[in-house]
């Protein structure tokens, strides 16, 4: 199986809103490549978008296990959660994830998505 090919078909299927498509194409070479972390992030974002999100957050998980620093790993940890009605588990990684994304615009997915849920987990502050 060439891994690349299946890797740009599984990113097309993705981005023309295919993500069951895309998630099945990826789950293999996730299997092949577990450290490949591009490959497990858009699989995790498959997930999320097909509302797979046990499954969603399994991959996540894994992705800030080998990499704590991975911000957006977090932030997309955090909104699995958040849809899981799980709004303090959630907290703490939209926390982590808008403390290391630096913007110079304060109100963006990172902010929002953190305000939503301290506001949900009742207040919750910065």
Do not use: C, K, W
């Not at 296990?65 to 959660?81: C, E, F, I, K, Q």
Request: aromatic content about 6%.
């Amino acid at each position: 199986m060439d891994l690349l090919a299946e890797y740009r078909r599984a990113t097309l299927f993705f981005e023309t809103g295919d993500p069951i498509g895309a998630a099945r194409l990826l789950e293999p070479i996730v299997e092949a490549e577990p450290d490949n972390a591009a490959v497990r992030q858009l699989l995790a974002r498959a997930y999320y978008q097909s509302a797979q999100l046990s499954r969603a957050e399994q991959q996540l998980r894994e992705l800030v296990d080998r990499n704590p620093s991975d911000h957006y790993a977090h932030h997309v940890l955090g909104r699995t959660l958040e849809r899981l009605n799980r709004h303090t588990d959630a907290l703490r990684h939209l926390r982590i994830a808008a403390a290391m994304h630096s913007s110079e615009n304060d109100d963006n997915d990172y902010t929002t998505a953190l305000r939503r849920v301290e506001t949900r987990v009742g207040g919750g502050g910065r």
